[in-house]
């Protein structure tokens, strides 16, 4: 279970600050398996024993929260598979951002493209409401946060025509991301509902080298690229390197 705290404006401590406040006073009343992850993208506060990450004002995360739900409503097979995803990349502990892998968050990217791209579901932030002539634009800070919510009337704008049981999305799930998705030229994008290039989003090797070069490795890497539906300038896969996209992408070969 994942918490984002809303710190009140007047609050001058920073959302890292806000973690070892948080993870100190948890420690100290007795909990266990308390880590502070501060140096992490997103810093948090991660207890393993009950399996809660606690984060501080990351409210655009709270606009993915609702995008990721939306999808759920609109067929009965994305909650099954999302469960069963969730389940199997913990069983090979390939679900730890933090040591080089992948987060839930990206995992559901990752689905949610393959469901697209097989008609399962749309692409919400593309589709345009009946009496509007282009999708709509709703901005929190830069970033465009738009997506079509209205579940009644869904079916007005768009019509699904995938009938594969679960187990088949299940297969084709592994079979799209151990021989089918171009790793080394391709980005999943929810947000377009297509495959992009690295090229298109700057997310190519050259970059990274320039990142190497200028002292910023580790930052940014681009072995598995995931847009971020909202922020179009993260890259949700980045935690992965060469050696761990092998043991990611190995696992769905298994």
């Keep these: 279970m994942d918490f984002c705290i809303i710190m ?6 920073t959302p890292a600050q806000c973690v070892e406040k ?38 655009l995360a709270l606009q ?31 679900n730890e ?36 002539r282009a999708p709509p634009q709703q901005f929190y800070g830069p970033h465009n946060i738009y997506f079509y919510d209205d579940l009644v009337n869904i079916h007005k704008v768009w019509t699904p025509t995938n009938t594969e049981s679960v187990g088949e999305l299940v297969v084709a799930f592994f079979k799209y991301y151990s021989v089918e998705f171009p790793y080394v030229h391709g980005v999943a994008s929810v947000r377009t509902g297509r495959v992009v290039s690295k090229e298109e989003k700057g997310w190519t090797k050259e970059r990274q080298q320039e990142l190497n070069r200028s002292g910023g490795a580790g930052k940014d890497r681009f072995w598995l690229c995931v847009e971020d539906p909202f922020d ?4 949700v896969g980045r935690p992965v390197d060469k050696e761990t996209l092998y043991e990611v992408r190995g696992e769905f070969i298994r």
């Design 64 to 94: 993915n929260t609702r995008l990721l739900a939306m999808y759920a409503k609109l067929d009965p097979r994305v909650g099954e598979l999302a469960i069963i995803v969730k389940y199997w990349s913990k069983r090979r502990n390939i």
């Design 8 to 13: 009140p404006p007047t609050s001058t401590l």
């Design 97 to 132: 951002p933090y040591f080089g892998t992948l987060s839930s968050y990206c995992y559901m990217l990752m689905l949610l493209h393959l469901l697209q791209l097989r008609n399962v579901l749309p692409v919400l932030q593309t589709l345009t409401p009946p009496n509007m």
């Design 22 to 59: 948080l993870g100190s006073v948890l420690k100290q009343v007795g909990m266990k398996d308390v880590k502070m992850l501060t140096r992490a993208r997103v810093p948090i506060v991660k207890m393993s024993g009950i399996r809660c990450d606690i984060g501080f004002g990351n409210e």
């Design 232 to 235: 179009t300038t993260h890259n």
